[in-house]
């Protein structure tokens, strides 16, 4: 049981790039999470999934789609990167009982 | 004004000491109140999760819920250096596998010998 799984655990990416985010969990949550974490802000919530083919936006959503691939898998995608996201990822996902329970992070930095 | 407010610290104390980490909260609507703690480059860990009013005791660890006044606390009793961490107080309206997390900034805490 791995809990929430993430790659890459860190990117470099050049301004304008682009890069999918990945995470997996194996709960059989229903609903999965995306946070960026940046120093002072706490955890800010981008996107989430509340099940299998929905997906609604957060706190902050620009610049970012997600896509909910099935139950497990979680995707976050950055179309066109700039450096005010530069930020550390989290996945989180959460199931009966409402315990959340997050992955171990992407280092993204945009130059 | 942020919706949850905690004090980033940064908290320095003794081994042995009791340490007091509180968040303060402005949308009546929470009910569920967690603390995770988070070691550096690190995925954020549940420590304590507590529903409505009343406090929760795990080990060394206490939550504390005041609805009343919207506040809310963690104590750490014979803090120990494996303590040091940044602790996240978190929110939610929710009572069912969807809801949606709000955090506090989180409070750096070192532990020294």
């Known amino acids: 049981n791995a809990g929430v799984t993430q790659t890459p655990k860190f990117q470099v990416l050049k301004t304008g790039q682009s890069m999918t985010l990945q995470c997996a969990q194996d709960?059989?949550?229903?609903?999965m999470y995306w946070y960026r974490q940046d120093p002072g802000m706490g955890l800010r919530l981008i996107y989430y999934?509340?099940?299998?083919?929905?997906?609604d936006k957060g706190e902050v959503p620009n610049g970012y789609n997600v896509s909910r691939l099935n139950k497990r898998e979680f995707s976050l995608r950055l179309e066109s990167a700039a450096p005010s996201q530069t930020s550390v990822y989290f996945c989180?996902?959460?199931?009966?009982?409402?315990?959340?329970?997050f992955g171990p992070g992407t280092r993204l930095t945009v130059t | 004004q942020k919706e949850v407010e905690q004090d980033p610290g940064p908290l320095s104390v003794p081994e042995g000491a009791i340490v007091s980490l509180n968040c303060t909260y402005s949308n009546s609507a929470f009910q569920y109140f967690m603390w995770y703690r988070q070691y550096s480059r690190k995925g954020p860990e549940l420590l304590m999760y507590?529903?409505?009013?009343g406090n929760k005791e795990d080990g060394r660890f206490t939550a504390q819920v005041d609805k009343s006044s919207k506040y809310i606390s963690l104590f750490i009793r014979d803090s120990q250096p494996s303590d040091s961490a940044t602790y996240l107080c978190a929110m939610s309206a929710g009572g069912t596998s969807y809801g949606k997390l709000t955090f506090g900034q989180g409070t750096i805490l070192t532990v020294h010998p």
């Open positions: 709960m059989n949550h229903n609903s």
């Open positions: 989180a996902s959460s199931g009966p009982g409402g315990l959340w329970y």
């Open positions: 999934s509340a099940s299998e083919g929905t997906t």
């Open positions: 507590t529903y409505s009013s």
